[in-house]
Structure formats: structure tokens, C-alpha cells
């Protein structure tokens, strides 16, 4: 399974993007889908994941409220709605598929991910 991360870019403060994965695979419909990222000297960090079924849901703390993960199986697409934008949200963002099924927010236990894309959100 190969994923694609798309959407990033530069932002103001209280601005919004839209983060989209693209996996390769028909597979991808079984797999729960996360969202992590990871900003300049800090590790990476779980965002948002969702289940298979796109019933379930599992957020950070620090994003609850603000952004909005959903996924689009006939296009085997995941997006990452990112509202009201800090300039601590900056980071490079990367989608994750786990075989489980299961949205968890442990990044070792995601076996796939894409390449990453960078947002910035400035003050």
C-alpha cells in the first residue's frame, strides 16, 4: 500500500486547510487511517485517526474542536480538515494505515505511511 499526503501549505492564524491521502491500494478500505505530525525539534505526535467504516473517530486533545477527520472509501481518500489554524499546528503532517482496523493513536502500531506535507500556520 502506497500513500499519498496532499494539501499542505502556508496559512494565517484562524485560517483552514483540507489535508487529503490518497492510498493505492482497494485494501485501504479495511484499514483504519490516522494522522500524525511532527513540528521543528519536537517527535511526532498522534492528530486524528478514523475506523474502517469511518464510524469511529479518535482525536488529540489539542485538535479536538478544530479539526475533522473523514474518509471517502470510493476514492480511497482520507482528509484532514484543519479549521481555526495555531501557529503551533505547524508541522510536517503524515497519514498512516493500520491493517487493524482499530484507530488507535500509537504510531508503531501503523504499518504504512506516506511521505509527508508541510503546513505552516502563521502568527
Known amino acids: 500500500v502506497q500513500l499519498q499526503a496532499s494539501g499542505g501549505g502556508l496559512v494565517q492564524a484562524g485560517g483552514s486547510l483540507r489535508l487529503s491521502c490518497t492510498a493505492t491500494?482497494?485494501?485501504?478500505?479495511?484499514?483504519?487511517m490516522g494522522w500524525f505530525r511532527r513540528a521543528p525539534g519536537k517527535e511526532r505526535e498522534f492528530v486524528a485517526a478514523i475506523r474502517y467504516t469511518g464510524r469511529t473517530t479518535n482525536y488529540a486533545d489539542a485538535v479536538k474542536g478544530r479539526f475533522t477527520i473523514s474518509r471517502d472509501s470510493g476514492k480511497n481518500t482520507v482528509h484532514l480538515q484543519m479549521n481555526s489554524l495555531k501557529p503551533e499546528d505547524t508541522a510536517v503532517y503524515y497519514c498512516?494505515?493500520?491493517?487493524?482496523?482499530?484507530?488507535?493513536?500509537?504510531?508503531?502500531?501503523?504499518?504504512?505511511w506516506g511521505q509527508g506535507t508541510l503546513v505552516t500556520v502563521s502568527s
Open positions: 491500494a482497494p485494501t485501504f478500505l479495511t484499514y483504519a
Open positions: 498512516a494505515a493500520d491493517r487493524t482496523h482499530i484507530p488507535t493513536t500509537h504510531a508503531s502500531n501503523y504499518d504504512y
